[in-house]
């Protein structure tokens, strides 16, 4: 029996020819059909050839979701509208001209939700807090972020798509949002504001990462920030947060200094807890936004390798989508969060700006001695690190010297800041991890 276009289109996108094999209608008649199905077809353009695919409703939306970009001075426009399809997956339909990895680097359809909206999910320590208050006022939605679906991503982007990661804007609504002013803090916030992250209460937006933190407007620095902040109290799991968070301080002056950008970062104590305030990068001023999308919503659809900055990285060179700078800063990076025992540089602790057809390295944030976090069952261990034979990738004699003087320079700093514990400072007392190492080049 022959099929209808829309049966057709149904299965996936199709040429003419194609839709004509499957109807047994001439072209002029399919053409004139799909003239008349208007904006429920996107033309996906493949080459020379035209490939057609119906649209649906999804997110509780229409089948036309603007995506929006907001720019360093604030403004804002719709680039381009998500466009679901019948079939399963998303087109892309520029507004305008836009940067081709918008696109997905080809021709806009991607058989999964955008990357980088997936990339806008709640993740890390808000992203749960988020999904279990979410959960608990919207039947259907996991608590648990891992297990959300593309609709609940979507649901959630369009309910909440005015304070994401980065400058893109997700949804109508979000749209009329995105000059709210934002409600501005000073430092002396800070202990209150952790305390209420902590019952369960959500300042600010959505943040990656597992530590505990908030994000926030600092209206005496004219600075959105991230705080991440220690446990209450003194006890051992408290003081070893406290330890690796002084080492994220010394770390990204380090970085700052001699290898890349870095966050800019404040450590202070108040109440009890550390603070480290780092100012973001994707923000400027009070309403100024710029690109940032995670290595691993990158690799996720341009590489598809999974971890390790430097073999992604390479990849991504190797393809044009990086420069031959950012690939080296990333293997200086890397090694050097080797040397000062961070075990956490998964992919999504490093981010990129989005450019026309390319990638570009953001500051870096999140490097820390976190080998020295205690367990997940709480357990903490006593302090051990080994740095030795970790080299061995092709990074020039003269730059692992540099970096392995650069980490010798941050041991020494983080031994002589009197806010680490006695228990830190009597194990660095024993002796510089590097110097006591053989690292060589392998």
């Known amino acids: 029996m022959a099929r209808t276009i829309k049966e057709c289109l149904e299965r996936g996108p199709s040429t003419s020819k194609e839709i004509q094999a499957v109807t047994g209608l001439s072209q002029s008649s399919?053409?004139?059909?799909?003239?008349?199905?208007?904006?429920?077809?996107?033309?996906?353009?493949?080459?020379?050839?035209i490939r057609y695919a119906a649209t649906c409703n999804a997110f509780g939306g229409n089948d036309k979701l603007p995506l929006g970009i907001a720019g360093p001075q604030g403004n804002s426009s719709i680039i381009a509208h998500i466009r679901p399809l019948s079939h399963g997956g998303f087109f892309v339909e520029p507004a305008h001209d836009i940067p081709p990895m918008l696109l997905g680097g080809?021709?806009?359809?991607?058989?999964?939700?955008?990357?980088?909206?997936?990339?806008?999910?709640?993740?890390?320590?808000?992203?749960?807090?988020?999904a279990r208050k979410i959960a608990s006022q919207s039947e259907g939605f996991p608590s648990d972020p891992r297990?959300?679906?593309?609709?609940?991503?979507?649901?959630?982007?369009?309910?909440?798509?005015?304070?994401?990661?980065?400058?893109?804007?997700?949804g109508e609504q979000s749209l009329l949002?995105?000059?709210?002013?934002?409600?501005?803090?000073?430092?002396?916030?800070?202990?209150?504001?952790?305390?209420?992250?902590?019952?369960?209460?959500?300042?600010?937006?959505?943040?990656?990462?597992?530590?505990p933190k908030f994000t926030a407007y600092n209206g005496n620095l004219d600075s959105h920030v991230i705080v991440k902040f220690s446990p209450g109290g003194d006890n051992e799991i408290a003081q070893r947060w406290k330890d690796i968070l002084?080492?994220?301080?010394?770390a990204a002056k380090v970085i700052n200094n001699a290898i890349s950008p870095a966050a800019d970062t404040r450590l202070f104590e108040m109440d009890g807890r550390y603070f480290i305030e780092m100012q973001r990068f994707d923000r400027h001023g009070e309403f100024g936004r710029s690109s940032m999308i995670s290595l691993k919503s990158i690799d996720d659809e341009f590489a598809g390798i999974g971890h390790n900055w430097v073999t992604v990285m390479?990849?991504?060179?190797?393809?044009?989508?990086?420069?031959?700078?950012?690939?080296?800063?990333?293997?200086?990076?890397?090694?050097?969060?080797?040397?000062?025992?961070?075990?956490?540089?998964?992919?999504?602790?490093?981010?990129?700006?989005m450019e026309k057809k390319s990638f570009s390295l953001l500051p870096v944030y999140d490097m820390c001695s976190m080998g020295f976090a205690p367990r997940s069952d709480a357990e903490v261990q006593p302090f051990s690190f080994e740095a030795s034979d970790i080299l061995n990738a092709d990074?020039?004699?003269?730059?692992?010297?540099?970096?392995?003087?650069?980490?010798?320079?941050?041991w020494e700093d983080v031994s002589k800041d009197d806010r680490i514990s006695r228990q830190f400072?009597?194990?660095?007392?024993?002796?510089?991890?590097?110097?006591?190492?053989?690292?060589?080049k392998g």
Request: glycine share 10%; hydrophobic share 35%; proline share 4%.
């Open 177 to 211: 949002r995105v000059q709210r002013k934002p409600v501005a803090v000073s430092e002396s916030d800070y202990p209150g504001l952790a305390d209420n992250v902590m019952k369960g209460e959500l300042p600010g937006s959505s943040a990656g990462g597992e530590h």
């Open 30 to 49: 399919v053409a004139r059909r799909l003239k008349d199905m208007g904006d429920k077809v996107v033309q996906i353009q493949e080459g020379r050839s």
């Open 425 to 440: 400072k009597n194990f660095l007392d024993r002796g510089n991890p590097v110097e006591k190492s053989s690292l060589k």
């Open 246 to 250: 002084v080492t994220e301080y010394h």
């Open 314 to 353: 390479t990849e991504l060179f190797n393809s044009n989508l990086v420069s031959e700078k950012d690939l080296i800063t990333s293997k200086s990076l890397w090694y050097f969060g080797r040397l000062i025992n961070n075990v956490d540089m998964h992919l999504g602790n490093l981010s990129l700006a």
């Open 395 to 410: 990074v020039s004699d003269h730059e692992i010297e540099k970096i392995k003087g650069l980490a010798y320079d941050f």
């Open 106 to 130: 080809n021709n806009g359809l991607f058989e999964d939700l955008p990357y980088y909206l997936f990339d806008l999910r709640p993740q890390g320590f808000l992203g749960w807090q988020i």
């Open 147 to 170: 297990l959300w679906t593309n609709n609940h991503i979507g649901r959630y982007l369009i309910s909440n798509g005015e304070d994401l990661p980065g400058n893109l804007i997700f």
